[in-house]
């Protein structure tokens, strides 16, 4: 048997997901058309729109990454300014994408166990110099989520296209795209819908998306022909990633077999619950407060002892079956534990079986 992910992704995935692969399909075939054109409807409808009130979906070869490169650097023109809301190390990617391509963007940095402060976005929208800004969702760095709907009100009254990275969220936190004033939100394959790595995949507002045309710096990150190119013929501008593509409509139908998105949230919650009460039994402290830790994945401190070496605790874990996360908070020693992809409660508990067995083993 495979080992358990306890991951932000590559996740755990059904073998049903796995099997929806067995097939080779050309690019051109109908039936794979078929796929795509299901996918890209079904994924609006996850975010409480559709065609008809306005939006689309564009898929775009490449891991999560390749999606907000995409967003970031088709989407805001040479004149434009964006704002960075920063709590975590994918709000600094972002930041990171936004310097590669000569885009004008400013900072907004907060700690990463808090959310960036509504009040001074505000101070700063005020001047008048943004166009766009951009937040995070979950960011993963810690688990903490971000109120994308506060500055998605912030964002319309102050009348700037708003981007949001619901990479590890979306699929498992109900999100109302219309609703949140959103304009492009970008996830991926291999996250809370529970496919394989391949794809990532931008809902955007129409309207939003048209401005795009000819603004992009990069021929295969092109936002806007990618959406052309599907549009006309259904097909992709270079190779896709047809097996992933075969498996993540399996996952979608999946994730409505087993009641959609609030029924997600509610079984990741239920491994949060188990996973935290254990954990805390354990010994173990988090690193956010309650209030701002979402269920999507938990960050623990290294317990404070000198029996505790990290790398020492991950090997038997894995040698048991289970692989956690290491942290990637800059000011805290932490490891995570994620609690999505196709994982249950039981899962959970041999997990914290496992690594009750490791502690009194390692003697911290
Ligand atoms: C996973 C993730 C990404 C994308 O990472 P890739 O390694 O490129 O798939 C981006 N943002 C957030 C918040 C994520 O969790």
Known sequence: MDKLLFTPGPLTTSMTVKEAMLHDLGSRDLSFIKAVREIRKELLALGHVSQDTGYETVIMQGSGTFGVESVISSVVPESGKLLVLINGAYGERIAKIASVHKIPYHTLVCDEDQTPDPQETEELLTDGSFTHMVIVHCETTSGIFNPIDAFGELAEKYG????????????????????????????????????????????????????????????????????????????????????????FRQALRELAEEGGVSARADRYRGNFNTLAEGMSVLGFKEYLSRDKQGYIINSYHYPEHAAFDFKAFYNKLNDRGFIIYPGKLTKANCFRVGNIGRLYTKDVQALLQAITEVKSEMGF
């Open 160 to 247: 700037v296209t708003y981007i949001v990275d619901s990479m590890s969220a979306f699929g498992a936190v109900p999100v109302d795209i219309a609703a949140c004033h959103i304009d492009f939100l970008v996830s991926s394959s291999n996250k809370c819908i529970e496919g394989v790595p391949g794809f990532s995949f931008v809902i955007a507002q129409r309207d939003s998306l048209i401005k795009c045309k000819d603004q992009a710096d990069t021929l295969v990150l092109d936002l806007y022909a990618q959406w052309i190119g599907l549009e006309n013929d259904g097909q992709f501008r270079f190779t896709p990633p047809t097996h992933a593509l075969l498996a």
